[in-house]
């Protein structure tokens, strides 16, 4: 079974520009999620989707940061313009539900890195 | 909101010592706790998880971990490292009642020396 898979897995900008990253969750996962991770810290979630929907998206930056699950299968995420500060690796991990017990599955991520 | 503490950021020790790494959570109500392991140019993967019953759990690969309650605590264990051991440990914490909505601590990076 194929896991989640995230592109491109290294992404090198110049500040002020664009960049998106995109990612497909496990088959039959409904619930997928983006997090961030900074150098050194732990993820930390910045939106959450079931199916189309976005019902979780209280940490997401959204003047700059935007996402989108059109068909409630892979997911894209997009900052506009990137800063400096954005220089981070981006996850996105699905599960089957969005019940406590179910387990998050992780793709490899993106690495960005923003000059 | 719940946050989760891990009290060691780096770990060096040499194959065969016993590890020990800290996790606390701050949160009072029924929670599930998780541990993450990531090798060196992998992606995040579940080492064990705890949702109820017997505090000791055991996951992959050796490794447990034990929940005790009174201390907010889910320390995780192995006896005996090996090399392949050398990765970055993830604490995490979900609260049942607010849905599958993880929180990470800051990461353990583990090295073993052959």
Not at chain 1, 55 to 60: A, G, I, M, R, T
């Amino acid at each position: 079974e194929a896991g989640v898979v995230q592109s491109p897995r290294y992404k090198i900008i110049e500040k002020k520009q664009p960049v998106a990253f995109w990612c497909n969750p496990i088959s039959g996962h409904n619930t997928l999620y983006w997090y961030l991770q900074n150098l050194g810290q732990g993820p930390e979630l910045l939106i959450r989707y079931e199916n189309e929907e976005a019902v979780d998206d209280s940490q997401l930056p959204k003047d700059r940061f935007s996402a989108e699950r059109l068909k409630g299968v892979d997911s894209t995420l997009k900052i506009q313009p990137a800063e400096l500060g954005d220089s981070a690796v981006y996850l996105c991990a699905s599960s089957s539900g969005t019940v406590a017990k179910n387990i998050q599955y992780f793709g490899a991520g993106t690495r960005l890195s923003v000059l | 909101a719940q946050s989760v503490s891990q009290h060691n950021h780096h770990v060096i020790l040499s194959e065969a010592a016993s590890l020990e790494l800290g996790c606390n959570y701050s949160y009072g109500g029924t929670v599930n706790l998780f541990w993450y392991v990531q090798y060196p140019g992998q992606h995040l993967q579940l080492l064990l998880k705890y949702f109820s019953g017997d505090p000791l759990v055991k996951g992959i690969k050796g490794f447990e971990a034990e929940f005790i309650k009174s201390k907010f605590s889910f320390n995780l264990r192995k006896p005996s490292v090996q090399w392949s051991d050398t990765a970055e440990y993830f604490c995490a914490v979900n609260v049942a009642a607010a849905g599958n909505k993880l929180t990470f601590g800051g990461g353990t990076r583990v090295l073993v020396k052959p």
